[in-house]
């Protein structure tokens, strides 16, 4: 089958890379894609916000299958798009529609539809710019930290966590009057801080049936000791040493399971990945959000430790057939390190020559921010590169990983070093 991948960070070559390897697999395109997807797949010179440029690519390209990386464009309802093109009635697609992706697009709605589903959360209220004076005096009774969300997108970046009542007024009034995240932040949810241990579980689901994939904690501050701002994601690492069975049963009655039944109740068809960003509060766990799709980095910790046909599995998903899948999980440990763009998270420079890309060997490279040119592959990221190592515990797919981002190089290029450092006492309890 031909197949199309939407993105062109590094969770989209991991998974044309696994895509690539599926004997259904005939032809695959990736939009736009990077230096990186170049090499499993051929893209297309075709953004992944364009709904309309996707759906002349469908045509053009005979496609049977879509698959969505991004948020952007389940949240702009490209589903709901594709679904009203009378010629397109055959194609399969893995993403929720639009009413889906709220639990991604909007913190608000998800909010509420945990609680209206009993599914264990942190306490939140929402307030605009119009009631901006009546969330002041509620944070004057807030206890510290207080976390403040960005009600919409904002690429990974729209969550402040702040440690005194004068901050977290200013960074309200910041968001709401002065439009920090844009659009993002016309709506912010002024949330209770949650103590504990972050990781990520990732789902495929068809609506009623699941599999669940390998587990990730990711980090996302820029600083080693996770110091300094928040960016997209520095490194994962999967498994969760942590997350043992009796944990994960509770992942599965507590949140999974009432997230499905949710939708259902609600009649919010959804065909696609769940992304649950949880926090381990004292062994018991608890949704600090969803997504709509899988994360970024965990995904090139994650699919590398998938060793059934991802294909055969987005299909499963796609025609609504996936209570009869099976899913293959390597007992490896797997340790993503991004390379990143100096400056990152705020501003960085473009077009640096990358050297040693094909002198990192041991480790797998996927490529985040790249692009070709006649001197060579260059970066055109903040997130460069994602190099992924796997072994038996997670010191050696540590050592592998950051063996391979020893031997490459680019102008100011940065990446932490500490990638999975927090979990090795935990391994070895």
């Known amino acids: 089958m031909n197949i199309l991948l939407i993105g062109s960070g590094g969770r989209e070559h991991a998974l044309a890379w696994k895509m690539r390897q599926s004997s259904l697999c005939t032809q695959l395109y990736i939009a736009p894609g990077n230096a990186g997807t170049a090499i499993v797949g051929e893209n297309l010179p075709v953004k992944a916000d364009d709904l309309a440029g996707i759906i002349h690519a469908c045509r053009e390209k005979k496609i049977d299958l879509v698959v969505v990386g991004p948020e952007v464009p389940l949240v702009a309802g490209l589903r709901d798009h594709l679904e009203r093109q009378p010629d397109l009635g055959h194609l399969l697609m893995v993403g929720p529609g639009q009413s889906g992706a709220r639990l991604e697009g909007?913190?608000?709605?998800?909010?509420?539809?945990?609680?209206r589903h009993n599914i264990p959360t942190a306490k939140a209220r929402t307030f605009t710019e119009a009631d901006l004076a009546e969330g002041l005096s509620y944070l004057d009774h807030c206890l510290l930290p207080i976390v403040l969300k960005a009600d919409g997108l904002a690429a990974g970046k729209g969550v402040i966590i702040c440690q005194t009542?004068?901050?977290?007024?200013?960074?309200?009034?910041?968001?709401?009057?002065?439009?920090?995240f844009?659009?993002?932040?016309?709506?912010?949810?002024?949330?209770?801080?949650l103590s504990g241990i972050e990781l990520s579980v990732f789902v495929l689901t068809d609506g009623e049936s699941?599999?669940?994939?390998?587990e990730a904690k990711d980090y996302k501050r820029i600083g080693e000791m996770d110091q300094g701002p928040n960016t997209g994601g520095m490194g994962a690492v999967s498994p969760v040493p942590f997350a043992d069975v009796a944990f994960m049963e509770k992942v599965r009655s507590r949140i999974i399971v009432p997230t499905l039944k949710g939708l259902q109740a609600e009649s919010i068809p959804y065909r696609g990945f769940i992304f649950f960003g949880l926090i381990n509060?004292?062994?018991?766990?608890?949704?600090?959000?969803?997504?709509a799709r899988m994360g970024d980095p965990e995904t090139e910790a994650v699919i590398p430790r998938i060793k059934s046909d991802l294909v055969e599995l987005l299909v499963a998903c796609a025609k609504g057939n996936l209570k009869d899948s099976h899913i293959e999980i390597s007992p490896e440990t797997a340790v993503t390190v991004m390379m990143?763009?100096?400056?990152?998270?705020?501003?960085?420079?473009?077009?640096?020559?990358?050297?040693?890309?094909?002198?990192?060997?041991?480790?797998l490279l996927f490529h985040a921010g790249t692009r070709h040119a006649a001197a060579g592959i260059l970066t055109d990221g903040g997130r460069v590169l994602a190099a992924t190592g796997q072994g038996?515990?997670?010191?050696?797919?540590?050592?592998?990983?950051?063996?391979?981002l020893a031997a490459i190089s680019f102008e100011q290029a940065y990446f932490r070093r500490d990638i999975g450092v927090d979990l090795l006492s935990v391994e070895k309890s």
């Not at 844009?182 to 801080?193: I, K, T, Y």
């Open 106 to 115: 909007s913190k608000d709605f998800s909010k509420h539809f945990m609680e």
């Open 165 to 180: 009542h004068e901050e977290a007024k200013s960074t309200l009034k910041d968001m709401l009057s002065n439009h920090l």
């Open 182 to 193: 844009g659009e993002a932040s016309a709506r912010v949810l002024v949330e209770e801080f």
């Open 210 to 214: 699941y599999v669940l994939l390998p």
């Open 281 to 291: 509060v004292n062994g018991n766990p608890m949704v600090i959000e969803y997504n």
């Open 340 to 363: 990143v763009s100096g400056g990152y998270p705020g501003d960085y420079a473009k077009g640096k020559l990358i050297s040693g890309l094909s002198d990192a060997p041991g480790a």
């Open 392 to 404: 038996s515990r997670i010191d050696t797919a540590r050592q592998a990983a950051y063996q391979a």
